[in-house]
């Protein structure tokens, strides 16, 4: 019998995470969700945890792109050019501007917070 799994949440560390948060929700639509001690955003149906970097705990810097084990997330959009021209104006970096990879699939790429790589894209129903 196979293992049924839904996603619950990504965790990610920052050292603030008050202003990853807020770019979550003032670039992607997140919405930054509060409890004792802890900072989530809700984002496309999906929970991320935002974890601060405290006291000694040391960590390592982000790795260089590309590199092995978690590269990327990806988040769907509808009209990926309007969404890149919104975003760009906003001053987001991208990494990949926007580009048709296949028939019906669009994608970009933009760094986030502590340089966390999103793609973001969109994709033609008719071509899925």
């Known amino acids: ?13 920052s050292p603030d995470p008050e202003t990853t948060a807020a ?3 003032d670039i992607l639509g997140g919405e930054i969700v509060r409890a004792p001690g802890r900072i989530d955003v809700n984002l496309g149906g999906a929970r ?9 705990n040391a960590v390592s810097p982000p790795p260089p792109h590309p590199h092995q084990g ?6 769907t959009v ?13 001053g987001v970096t991208f990494t990949r501007e926007p580009t048709t990879i296949r028939p019906g699939v669009r994608i ?8 966390i790589s999103v793609e973001l894209l969109e994709r ?3 071509y899925t």
């Open 108 to 115: 970009c790429f933009i760094r986030g917070p502590e340089g």
């Open 1 to 13: 019998m196979p293992i049924a799994v839904t996603w619950d949440h990504v965790h990610l560390r």
């Open 48 to 56: 991320i945890f935002i974890a601060p970097l405290e006291g000694d």
């Open 23 to 25: 770019w979550l929700r």
């Open 70 to 75: 978690l590269d990327h997330f990806g988040l």
């Open 124 to 126: 033609d129903k008719k």
């Open 78 to 90: 509808k009209d990926i050019d309007a969404v890149a021209a919104e975003i760009k104006a906003k």
